[in-house]
């Protein structure tokens, strides 16, 4: 992506964007940088997304370049189509006769639903991540979306910017969450179900130490925050084959660890995509 073209995509809701240093509001410098009224400065890469934390140490045991990269074959094969489906139609119902919509897609990953939704008529998808590498493979898919690597505890944000906050798999920071929400803002956030990829799981339990998986931690945590106004259970069998059950399993950081080289999956033909899907306001909010 041109320098030029990263630029008009922020260009176009930089008195959406917040200095993470000091709080205060961007404009765009020169075409090449954003920089806030306090004068700290953000350059603009020219693959298509601004770093907010350039200095951070950006590695994980559970997040490789592999995995992300594993995860946008998995999701450009379908099988999390359905998934999606459900996320637009939510929006859909929700926002449908307003004329812009400001959406967040909170740990974004490779990018997937934020791409997607940026081609929805009418919104306008901020995206982050704490790890460079799923912005960098985000920005391949060629989207009009402001791709930003930073932390979900200091949103890039301003004040109330956010009409739709999506967290899909993820990690969540309620404060923050409430800070950047707009007063009819909705949060969708999307939990495994106990039966998520249990095809994979069943074959690593002995190496995991948790050996069943509950979402009731997780569940009962967002109720502390959030009101829930729906609840969707959404679950399907995904058809593999046997090179692309090989991206699934890297693609999950429930295999982190695991001695997978040496495991037989030949007997898996499908996966279960079993997931919850949670529509809230911020309790505090209203």
């Given at each position: 992506m041109k320098i030029d073209e990263v630029c008009r995509i922020f260009k176009e809701s930089e008195l959406d964007l917040m200095c993470p240093a000091c709080g205060a509001s961007f404009c765009v410098s020169g075409q090449k940088s954003l920089i806030c009224t306090n004068q700290h400065c953000f350059d603009f890469a020219s693959k298509g997304y601004v770093n907010f934390i350039p200095n951070q140490k950006q590695v994980s045991e559970y997040y490789s370049k592999a995995l992300f990269e594993s995860r946008a074959v998995v999701f450009e094969a379908g099988a999390y189509d359905k998934v999606y489906d459900e996320i637009y139609g939510i929006?859909?119902?929700?926002?449908?006769?307003?004329?812009?919509?400001?959406?967040?897609?909170?740990?974004?990953?490779?990018?997937?639903?934020?791409?997607?939704?940026?081609?929805?008529?009418?919104?306008?998808?901020?995206?982050?991540?704490?790890?460079?590498?799923?912005?960098?493979?985000?920005?391949?898919?060629?989207?009009?979306?402001?791709?930003?690597?930073?932390?979900?505890?200091?949103?890039?944000?301003?004040?109330?910017?956010?009409?739709?906050?999506?967290?899909?798999?993820?990690?969540?920071?309620?404060?923050?969450?409430?800070?950047?929400?707009?007063?009819?803002?909705?949060?969708?956030k999307v939990i495994p179900g106990n039966d998520y990829l249990k095809e994979i799981r069943e074959l690593v339990k002995q190496q995991l130490y948790n050996k069943e998986y509950s979402n009731e931690n997780v569940l009962k945590y967002f109720e502390e925050h959030v009101k829930i106004i729906e609840k969707r259970t959404l679950s399907y069998q995904f058809p593999v084959s046997a090179y692309l059950l090989k991206e699934i399993v890297q693609m999950t950081p429930m295999t982190v660890g695991a001695d997978t080289e040496n495991m037989d999956f030949s007997k898996i033909s499908s996966i279960t995509i079993n997931l919850e899907i949670l529509v809230g306001e911020m309790i505090t909010q209203r």
């Open positions: 929006i859909l119902s929700k926002f449908g006769d307003a004329q812009k919509v400001n959406l967040l897609d909170v740990g974004c990953g490779e990018g997937y639903y934020a791409a997607k939704l940026s081609r929805m008529s009418g919104v306008n998808v901020f995206a982050i991540d704490l790890m460079k590498d799923a912005i960098v493979t985000s920005c391949k898919r060629k989207a009009p979306v402001k791709w930003m690597v930073a932390d979900l505890t200091r949103i890039p944000l301003q004040k109330g910017s956010i009409d739709v906050l999506l967290n899909m798999l993820t990690s969540a920071h309620y404060a923050e969450f409430e800070r950047v929400l707009s007063e009819k803002g909705i949060i969708i």
